[in-house]
Structures are given as structure tokens and as C-alpha cells.
């Protein structure tokens, strides 16, 4: 595949225009809206485009954007630019996609705390909101189930049974090598998450409410802190119980854990 076409324009598309196109398509395929995506001139080709005009470039996954190559090809320029008008994901609300678990047990990385084949990893109360589970069936993989919150109470991801749910309202959503990034909106990522050969998964970044309840993770990082008297911040309390991550709430002081 050439990099470069006939009037010297490379492939290369710079970030802000990639995020006019995600935005508009709804951040996945326009097709079948799988979130792992390539960014596809079809209105002109790339062949005959002299810039990356963003209206001319639409989203598809590897499997779909294969299928418009070929001197008659099962996606052609008419069903692509209908499809580019009507993306999939603008039509569901949604962008989804699965984690593969496996058979064994995972390393689950919070920051920096690093749990070692727990099945609940973090909790309030009796609340699981990021969880492993298997049933009796030795020869099922083991699933990931989590319901996360942003500041608002809005659920901003979902996962059920390793299948993860996100709403398109969000500023961007990315999955890149493996890492999936929710940012809400310019420089405030809600959520990054690496998956890592079915051994370990890690949230290296999250800001997540819940109940009242503020948590802040980065790499090397993690902050509890409980609202109250209206915004402001105050004690909140972390504890790992039996492996897990328990929040608890009225301490006296925030929780703040360092790598």
C-alpha cells in the first residue's frame, strides 16, 4: 500500500483531524460499529485526494474496510458514503466491544496496587463495581463484570459478562494496542484501561463517584476522598479486605496510596 499518493500526500492524518472523524461517526465502524477502527478516504479516494478533508474520511474496522477493496467490491462507494451519513454507533447510542478473559485467573493492576487472582476488586460496601466471575462450569472462562460512574452519577462504562458498554456522548473514546481511553472531555481521561495478553489487566487511569465517594488513579497513584457539604472534598476511606478494594466512607482524612 502506497504512503504516499500522486499529489505527495502521505497517510499520515494528524490527531485533531482523526477526532473530527471519530466524533462524527460516532466513534466506531459506520458500518457494524466495532470500536477498533481505520480511518478510510472514500469521498475522494486517497489515490486522488490532495488533503485529509475530514468529510471525505470515514470510520471502519480492519474486517469492513477489506471488504471495499477489488474491482467490485461488497462495500462500494454508494453503501460506504450511505453508511458514512447513518454510522452505526449514532444509531445505538453506543459503542461496545468484548474482553477475552481466559481460563486463569488475572492479575489485576488499581494504580498502584497490584491484586493477585482476587475475584472482587473493587467494592462499596456489599456493592461489587469491578468484579471477576466463573461459574461451576470448570471448562467457562472466567468474565469481567464493572459499573462505572463520573461525577454526575452517569454510568460512563459497563462491562457485563466481559462485553463493555460505553455511550457515545463521551468527548472521545479510543483502543489502541490493547488500551482502552474514555476522555469526558479535552485532558480529563475518565478511564485507561490496558489489557495485556490475558494476564493482567491494569486501570492506570480513573476518576470515578460513586455514592458520595470521589476515586482518583493514575499509574502511580491512588486518592480516596468522601463529598460532603455540597463540592467540597473531604475523608474518604480505602481498606483492602480479603484482597479487595473496599470503600468506606466518613474518615476523617483522605486515603492517598503511592507507588
Known amino acids: 500500500m502506497n504512503k504516499v499518493n500522486k499529489h505527495g500526500l502521505s497517510r499520515y492524518i494528524e490527531e485533531p483531524i482523526k477526532r473530527e472523524i471519530r466524533r462524527r461517526c460516532g466513534l466506531g465502524c459506520v458500518v457494524c460499529g466495532f470500536p477498533v477502527i481505520t480511518y478510510h478516504h472514500f469521498f475522494p479516494t486517497f489515490e486522488k485526494a490532495a488533503t485529509h478533508d475530514p468529510d471525505g474520511i470515514t470510520l471502519l474496522c480492519y ?6 477493496f477489488g474491482n467490485n467490491p461488497p462495500f462500494d462507494a454508494d453503501f460506504i458514503n450511505k453508511k458514512n451519513s447513518n454510522p452505526k454507533c449514532k444509531t445505538t447510542g453506543e459503542i461496545k466491544s468484548k474482553f477475552y478473559i481466559g481460563f486463569e485467573p488475572v492479575n489485576f493492576n488499581l494504580g498502584p496496587i ?22 461451576d462450569d470448570h471448562s467457562a472462562p472466567f468474565v469481567l463484570n464493572a459499573k462505572l460512574f463520573d461525577r454526575t452519577g452517569k454510568k460512563f462504562l459497563e462491562i457485563t459478562n466481559n462485553e463493555w458498554v460505553a455511550g457515545i456522548e463521551q468527548f472521545d473514546i479510543q483502543i489502541k494496542g ?10 480529563s481521561v475518565l478511564l485507561q484501561l490496558r489489557h495485556v495478553a490475558e494476564k493482567v489487566i491494569s486501570i492506570d487511569k480513573l476518576d470515578l463517584s460513586y455514592q458520595g465517594y470521589r476515586l482518583e488513579i493514575s499509574k502511580n ?3 480516596a476522598s468522601h463529598v460532603l457539604e455540597g463540592q467540597r472534598w473531604i475523608g474518604g476511606k480505602v481498606t483492602l479486605i ?4 473496599q470503600l468506606q466512607p466518613f474518615s476523617i482524612e483522605h486515603d492517598h496510596f503511592t507507588k
Open 221 to 223: 497513584e491512588l486518592i
Open 178 to 187: 490493547g488500551i482502552l481511553k474514555i476522555i469526558s472531555r479535552p485532558h
Open 114 to 135: 497490584i491484586l493477585t487472582k482476587t475475584l472482587n476488586i473493587l467494592k462499596y460496601h456489599n456493592e461489587v463495581l469491578i468484579g471477576f466471575s466463573k461459574n
Open 242 to 245: 480479603n484482597g479487595c478494594i
Open 63 to 68: 474486517t469492513c474496510h477489506q471488504k471495499t
